[in-house]
């Protein structure tokens, strides 16, 4: 599955959002992709650029499970650890059009991580940031 591939590019090692994980984002995500934070629906170019902004960071993604839950829908849960220890476990109901994520929904509320990005201290709600299945 794609998600597998897509969630093992963030091994704990910075990287740039390149040719190389692009490609992976777009066999992944729907066109018509709706994601919904605080403070409304989130375009999907934003995601991607959240996206960016993890993979940036020394972060590592490990998978806890991935359950059809319907014909089309998905249970997925996973967690992020950073480089100093912290850890957010990431819950999302997954909705795909076509083998390709098009709707995201929160399960369960998660933590808030502390990271840094561009030398400045910046809080990532990661339930928002990294959607995949």
């Known amino acids: 599955m794609a998600f597998r591939q897509y ?58 499970h991935i359950r059809r839950v319907g014909l089309n829908q998905f249970d997925v849960k996973f967690r992020f650890v950073t480089n100093e220890g ?8 997954i909705t795909t059009i076509d083998r390709k994520i098009a709707k995201v929904q929160n399960i369960d509320g998660s933590l808030t991580l502390l990271g840094k990005a561009q030398g400045k201290a910046t809080y990532y ?8 299945v």
């Open 7 to 64: 969630l093992a590019i963030f091994g704990g090692t910075p990287k740039n959002f390149s040719e190389d994980f692009e490609p992976l984002f777009e066999q992944l995500y729907h066109n018509q992709l709706y994601l919904e934070d605080d403070n409304g629906p989130l375009s999907r170019k934003k995601v991607k650029d959240h996206h960016a902004q993890v993979l940036a960071l020394e972060w590592e993604a490990e998978l806890i």
């Open 125 to 132: 709600n990661m339930s928002k940031l990294l959607v995949p």
């Open 86 to 93: 912290e850890q957010d476990t990431i819950h999302k109901h």
